[in-house]
């Protein structure tokens, strides 16, 4: 599967709600997808964005967060599935793209790419709810339901490794920023 | 235990003050006082991190969301958070109200506590973030609502370091 194909079944889901992706190759496809003032790219500090999706969510119970993050981003931050597992907000949904690589940088091979199963690890961290979703009926499928549920969800997808052309996205990170969190206030 | 029970009561009657409705924190000696607070109220959400790196990402998102939120860390959890206190709290813009035990530092007696301590402020300064100490609880109040309030005017991160004098009782 492509991940921009996957983005775009997941596309009528995800645009109103509020989102954070990590940077890189998502960041660009789904802005490139239609960027809307609801979603907020995080460019840097890899591995948080599923830290900032727990504590928009724990501070916002009554809306829906949903995470787009990377397996190099989470194997970067693996202890964030532990803390998600601990509080398990019902409105988080965290789906994890893996494409076994660090494409941005190189495509180097991540651990996934020699056996390390994110799945396994989000249910050994205790997620209420891990699926594993390979096509892109499979992930809109499980993404409607985890957003129509509620119980903090993983979701792993797995993808091929390959990404846009070009990374160049017309926001400047600051407007990213502040666009978002005017989103956020008049959702509150 | 000899960590200031009266004086962690007069920090977290501060932070409470400041309307913190998130803290996050990794369990450290001085602060089990402030985090067994934050566990009882029911006014607040204690997120109890793996690593310090995940509070930076909490506070950011609880920014974005509207609500305030303070970080419990000891000094070296600000070690293990620099990079995303730079590549997102200072890049991004997003206030913090960072309390730092400070370990390490004058009167310690533990060798390996000691290297952290030294390099705390040469570190805090080199990134431009504001700092304040506490060392004598009458200033509590005052403090932590003013590094609060220019954390949130520059939009930056702001640390409130917790001295020993205020901290520890021998």
Redesign the interface.
């Known amino acids: 599967m492509l991940r921009v194909d996957a983005l775009q079944a997941i596309y009528p889901e995800l645009k109103d709600r509020i989102v954070?992706t990590i940077m890189g190759a998502v960041a660009v496809e789904l802005y490139t997808i239609g960027h809307r003032p609801n979603f907020?790219y995080?460019?840097?500090?890899m591995?948080?964005?599923?830290?900032?999706?727990?504590?928009?969510?724990?501070?916002?119970p009554r809306h829906k967060v949903v995470v787009i993050d990377g397996d190099g981003s989470l194997l970067m931050?693996l202890?964030?599935l532990?803390?998600m597992a601990?509080?398990s907000p019902g409105n988080l949904v965290h789906i994890v793209f893996d494409n076994a690589s660090l494409l941005s940088v190189g495509g180097f091979p991540t651990a996934t790419a020699t056996g390390t199963d994110l799945a396994g690890v989000a249910r050994a961290c205790a997620i209420p709810l891990v699926t594993q979703a390979d096509t892109p009926e499979q992930l809109k499928h499980a993404a409607t339901g985890a957003l129509a549920g509620g119980k903090l969800t993983t979701i792993v997808s797995k993808v091929e490794a390959i990404g846009p052309k070009s990374f160049h996205m017309d926001l400047p990170?600051?407007e990213n920023?502040f666009q978002?969190?005017r989103a956020?206030?008049a959702l509150? | 235990m000899p960590v200031s029970l009266a004086n962690s009561q007069v920090i977290y009657e501060a932070l409470k003050a400041c309307d913190v409705k998130i803290m996050s924190a990794l369990p450290e000696t001085w602060l089990v006082h402030l985090i067994r607070m934050a566990d009882d109220d029911p006014e607040v959400t204690l997120i109890r991190v793996a690593k310090e790196e995940e509070a930076i990402g909490i506070s950011a998102g609880a920014h974005l969301a509207g609500v305030s939120s303070a970080l419990l860390m000891q000094n070296h959890g600000f070690l293990a958070a620099i990079n995303p206190i730079v590549s997102l709290a200072l890049l991004y813009k997003i206030p913090l109200l960072m309390l730092i035990s400070y370990r390490g530092h004058m009167g310690e007696r533990d060798p390996w506590q000691t290297q952290g301590g030294m390099v705390t402020e040469p570190l805090l300064r080199a990134l431009g973030i504001p700092v304040w100490y506490l060392s004598d609880p009458r200033d509590a109040q005052r403090r932590i609502k003013d590094a609060q309030t220019l954390a949130h005017a520059s939009l930056s991160p702001v640390a409130v370091l917790l001295t020993r004098e205020l901290m520890w009782e021998e």
């Open positions: 954070v907020f995080l460019e840097h500090a591995g948080l964005a599923s830290s900032m999706g727990l504590g928009i969510a724990v501070a916002m931050n202890g964030t532990s803390t601990r509080y990170l600051l920023r978002f969190k956020l206030e509150r």
